[in-house]
């Protein structure tokens, strides 16, 4: 007997559609389900709202089922036009087989590649799309899908009844040709699930259809609800744009802190579907944040598993580390260079030759936390400016070697937020 992964998948909040649902428990509970998900290489980096179907993944995986990740190598010359209004920017080939390749990357840290019977698999779908002779493709596939059934699509139908818009054969066919990856996954691989974002159901119904139709094969689908934060706005955006899981696109600190900052009110759901804790972990895990929610302790941890999934260990130790400094809660003066260099690449710094620039109000004033040296006076005055955590009281202050953070940095702030670093060469 095999986990009923979709009772599973259901309570964690994986699942928003599947197909003949009471088969599905009883395929589950009878075998070990083969089970895969597109994904789509228009970008060199998967991001936080690919997280759902990742996970989605590795859970299969983790309740003794067998995942595919499907790079959309072949589908992605192409682009999906399910939920576009316009045809998308054709990549060339050489960047979505570069694309593909870095996507391949990223999912090693979720899936277990080298595990035995339920080893996860990578297959790129260019590998049999790009072997297609289209009349072959036409007789043997385009015979089983009528045109009305193709232009009934919300998306193909509001861009066809539009004289501002139109849509391309291209993209027409782009359900074909997912349709035709659930049917070789299922013949060649034993892929029996497609699972993917509800946007997804139409072309994974498409392709369970192809197999019925082509060979009497039962296939299964099932979607993944569209996440929203508390504010209702898709969840894995920031105020710079999407939070990428490449450090190139989105640094390792921005990726903890967009952690640190969500809302508590999704914290349950987002520990459900992006850890792997059991729902009674959770239950206390929110209980004890409750009860002194302003520490944010749930959100850390939530921030820290995430991030060293990820990223490493080594690399989530030292933006905790980072940030736990910025926020005042371990004192910058016990700062290693890593963590110091690890701010000056996420705050406002300015390098400074320690013989011409000593004095603090010079240094406010070259760091931009003051416009002039009589506002950077002024603040003084007023007790609000900082040197490495402690008020400035004087400000005719010089700065001295035993000022200096591993040797070469000093931290000032206006306030208890304009966080500023300055580097001596």
């Keep these: 007997m095999y986990s009923n992964a979709l009772k599973i998948l259901r309570e964690r909040g994986f699942v928003e559609w599947s197909s003949h649902e009471q088969e599905l428990e009883d395929h589950f509970t009878n075998n070990m389900v083969t089970g895969y998900i597109g994904f789509d290489p228009s970008a060199d980096s998967l991001h936080v709202g690919n997280l759902v ?10 309740l003794g089922h067998r995942p595919i990740a499907l790079a959309g190598g072949g589908t992605g010359r192409i682009g999906d036009p399910s939920g576009k209004t316009a045809e998308r920017l054709l990549l060339a080939d050489e960047q979505i087989e570069h694309n593909v390749q870095c996507i391949a990357e990223q999912l090693k840290h979720f899936l277990n590649f080298d595990c035995g019977e339920n080893s996860a698999v990578l297959l790129n779908n260019n590998e049999w799309l790009g072997k297609l002779n289209f009349i072959e493709f036409l007789r043997d596939i385009g015979k089983f899908f009528s045109v009305s059934f193709l232009v009934n699509r ?9 004289p501002d818009k139109s849509i391309t054969y291209t ?8 349709a035709y990856d659930f049917d070789h996954l299922n013949s060649e691989f034993g892929a029996t699930l ?17 197999a019925r139709k082509k060979r009497n094969a039962q296939l299964y689908g099932m979607t993944f609800p569209l996440l929203l934060n508390s504010q209702g706005k898709k969840f894995g955006k920031s105020e710079s744009g999407a939070v ?5 696109r989105t640094s390792v600190y921005k990726f903890y802190q967009f952690w640190i900052n969500v809302d508590d009110s999704d914290l349950e759901k987002l520990y459900k579907l992006f850890t792997f804790y059991e729902l009674d972990e959770i239950k206390q895990i929110i209980a004890e944040h409750n009860e002194q929610p302003h520490l944010r302790k749930a959100q850390k941890k939530l921030a820290w598993d995430l991030t060293v999934r990820v990223h490493g260990e ?4 030292r933006v905790r580390d980072a940030s736990a400094v910025l926020f005042g809660e371990t004192n910058i003066k016990d700062a290693q260079q890593d963590v110091l260099d690890t701010l000056a690449a996420e705050i406002p710094f300015a390098e400074a030759d320690f013989a011409e620039n000593s004095g603090v109000t010079d240094l406010l004033v070259l760091c931009g936390s003051c ?6 006076k002024k603040k003084i005055k007023e007790g609000g400016a900082y040197l490495n955590g402690q008020k400035i009281a004087d400000a005719g202050r010089q700065i001295t070697e035993e000022d200096m953070l591993a040797g070469r940095y000093i931290q000032l702030n206006v306030g208890k937020k304009d966080f500023r670093l300055v580097k001596f060469k």
Excluded: F, T
């Design 314 to 317: 080594e690399a989530a130790k």
């Design 171 to 178: 993209e027409l066919s782009y359900i074909l040709l997912q």
């Design 371 to 376: 416009d002039s040296k009589g506002n950077a």
């Design 194 to 210: 497609q699972m993917g974002g509800n946007d997804q159901q139409v072309n994974i119904i498409a392709g369970m259809d192809l």
């Design 154 to 162: 919300e998306y193909v139908r509001s861009r066809v009844l539009d």
């Design 53 to 62: 179907a990742i996970m989605g993944l590795a859970w299969l995986q983790r």
């Design 244 to 248: 990428y899981l490449d450090a190139k």
